[in-house]
């Protein structure tokens, strides 16, 4: 077809993903490490060698990503982190990288770690000064994540790409290709921690990038990089994530309404002293979400309970149907209690994690009446 597709339509079909050798329906899984050469030693299929680079199920999983993302490139990595770090890595020593505060503290971490031993200036801003930030320090490379996890809040993409002159790096994990298309509103790369909702089964390890201008210096570098340092994903993984990826607009939907109806509720609810979820109104950056997410908010969202740390552990051990475990984006409900797992990073002793699943609302709005009760 010529119109462009919808995303449920790209994802049903896998961007279409099929074994024409056998004819069937859903792409075969090929995990050969190495691939043949006939007898004057010339390779049956020039794109495949070797699998640290080449793999059928890899390019698949990346065809539909890439077309979800209306990118012109996308590249699989065993882990959102080694997606991040597949493009720090890409930065010359004593460069200047600018990156939001407040976001998923792995993220952090790495970068302080990384930046000290390379050599690089990096500058911490939180969401509301990145954008003077930007326009004030030259940077080569600027990282933001929006909605950013487990503050929620939601920057605006295309003003930080204005104030900056480098590589504008955005985290859409939170958000998926589905419900931000962050290359259409100026990003240069997207990352995604696709062990999150767009595998959405809690059963697949993976990170991806995504860009529009693959012919630029820093992307070739990342693609280098990656096939040098075998920073890729496997062929069974891969194929688990085309598999899922099939119902991801689907997942990403139903998380989304459940999530907003959840945090209306709470929002609403006596035992609760705060919400954070970009759907509501009184929510930091609700404007910039209402511009920049199409069809929903995602399914994340931070709850803070009345009390202190006791409080909040008493109904993270009363739930239910919301399974105590560090994730978000699958189709099981989760909870965290985040200043047990980060106590150094200055998290409200108070604050719940909350990644809503796909389960049925009433169900979900239950279990936490009961927990807070």
């Not at 909040?312 to 739930?319: C, D, E, P, Y």
């Not at 980060?342 to 709005?365: K, Q």
């Amino acid at each position: 077809m010529k119109k462009p597709l919808h995303p449920a339509t790209i994802a049903a079909h896998a961007a279409g993903a099929l074994d024409p050798q056998s004819g069937g329906v859903v792409p075969a899984l090929q995990p050969s490490t190495t691939f043949l050469r006939d007898e004057n030693y010339v390779l049956i299929r020039p794109d495949n060698i070797y699998s640290r680079d080449n793999s059928d199920n890899m390019r698949q999983a990346e065809a539909v990503i890439r077309a979800l993302e209306n990118a012109q490139d996308t590249l699989l990595f065993p882990s959102g982190m080694a997606a991040i770090a597949a493009v720090f890595r890409a930065l010359p020593n004593r460069a200047t990288a600018i990156v939001q505060s407040g976001i998923y503290w792995g993220t952090t971490a790495w970068v302080r770690d990384f930046c000290a031993r390379r050599e690089i200036t990096l500058i911490e801003a939180h969401a509301a000064d990145l954008i003077p930030t930007c326009q004030t320090q030259p940077a080569d490379l600027v990282l933001i994540e929006t909605p950013s996890n487990p503050w929620l809040l939601t920057v605006d993409i295309a003003a930080v790409k204005a104030a900056t002159k480098g590589v504008l790096l955005v985290d859409g994990t939170a958000a998926t290709p589905v419900l931000t298309r962050a290359l259409d509103h100026g990003a240069d790369i997207v990352m995604h921690s696709a062990t999150k909702a767009i595998n959405g089964h809690s059963d697949v390890l993976a990170g991806v990038l995504s860009t529009a201008a693959p012919e630029t210096a820093v992307w070739q570098a990342i693609k280098a990089d990656r096939k040098m340092a075998g920073a890729i994903l496997g062929p069974f993984e891969a194929w688990l994530l085309t598999r899922a990826m099939r119902t991801l607009p689907l997942r990403v939907e139903r998380m989304s309404q459940n999530a907003l109806a959840l945090a209306q509720h709470l929002m609403a609810h006596d035992a609760v002293a705060d919400v954070f979820y970009p759907g509501l109104p009184h929510h930091q950056g609700h404007d910039i979400a209402l511009r920049q997410m199409q069809g929903g908010f995602g399914s994340l969202l931070s709850v803070l309970v009345k009390g202190g740390r006791a409080d909040a552990l008493r109904v993270t051990g009363k739930l239910e149907l919301f399974l105590r475990a560090t994730s978000l984006g699958g189709v099981e409900s989760l909870v965290e209690h985040r200043h047990t797992i980060e106590p150094h990073t200055g998290i409200p002793e108070n604050l719940i994690r909350v990644s809503v699943g796909i389960e049925h609302i009433d169900d979900l709005i239950a279990d936490w009446d009961q927990a807070l009760a």
